[in-house]
T-cell receptor, first 113, second 115 residues
Framework: SQKIEQNSEALNIQEGKTATLTCNYTNYSPAYLQWYRQDPGRGPVFLLL?????KEKRKERLKVTFDTTLKQSLFHITASQPADSATYLCALANSGGYQKVTFGTGTKLQVIP | DTEVTQTPKHLVMGMTNKKSLKCEQHMGHRAMYWYKQKAKKPPELMFV???????INESVPSRFSPECPNSSLLNLHLHALQPEDSALYLCASSQTSGSSYNEQFFGPGTRLTVL
């Protein structure tokens, strides 16, 4: 069965450092991989999308890589700030139109001042 | 308006009650979704509506009954729920254009407690 795992439940880093979160998947050939941010008691907010034929995407302090051979995505937040503290979810979808999106287990990031 | 609204924010119900969750969007999206999220777990897809027709039902028990009365509204009718159904219920919407990815916009969720 399909499985999407994120490297750790929780990650603590010092303010100003780069946070790196990992997403690994098995038994899946996604066309799209996305990263979402979720704050407590709120719905997820879309951050970045990367397609299966793309290696890297950037948006401001965020960078996503996608390795379909390793079946892995890395999500980087550079110059991290306490406001970046949240749970980050990777999500996979294998079609366009309306999507059937499957979410990973999530990593709770805490940026320490 | 890029907002998805959900009502109520919180709901407490007994196992014999009937209640409904509501979701609304005015972004012109023609796909709408219901997700269930238990504490410290990722959202799990329940239903997808596309152009007001049910397109995906992820083998959800019949005590959950979705309804899409028009392109802006999505309801989830609840009846005879179990305590294990207590969770955050999230609504989302997206465009349905062609073969490209369409970002999903999520509402804040309804926190449901079944006693």
């Amino acid at each position: 069965s399909q499985k999407i795992e994120q490297n750790s439940e929780a990650l603590n880093i010092q303010e100003g450092k780069t946070a790196t979160l990992t997403c690994n998947y098995t038994n899946y050939s996604p066309a799209y991989l996305q990263w979402y941010r979720q704050d407590p008691g709120r719905g997820p907010v879309f951050l970045l999308l990367i397609r299966e034929n793309e290696k890297e995407k950037r948006k401001e302090r965020l960078k996503v890589t996608f390795d379909t051979t390793l079946k892995q995505s890395l999500f980087h937040i550079t110059a991290s700030q306490p406001a970046d503290s949240a749970t980050y979810l990777c999500a996979l979808a294998n079609s366009g139109g309306y999507q059937k999106v499957t979410f990973g287990t999530g990593t709770k990031l805490q940026v320490i001042p | 308006d890029t907002e998805v609204t959900q009502t109520p924010k919180h709901l407490v119900m007994g196992m014999t009650n009937k209640k409904s969750l509501k979701c609304e969007q005015h972004m012109g999206h023609r796909a709408m979704y219901w997700y269930k999220q238990k504490a410290k777990k990722p959202p799990e897809l329940m239903f997808v509506y596309s152009y007001e027709k049910l397109s995906i039902n992820e083998s959800v028990p019949s005590r959950f009954s979705p309804e899409c009365p028009n392109s802006s509204l999505l309801n989830l009718h609840l009846h005879a729920l179990q305590p294990e159904d207590s969770a955050l219920y999230l609504c989302a919407s997206s465009q349905t254009s062609g073969s490209s990815y369409n970002e999903q916009f999520f509402g804040p969720g309804t926190r449901l407690t079944v006693l």
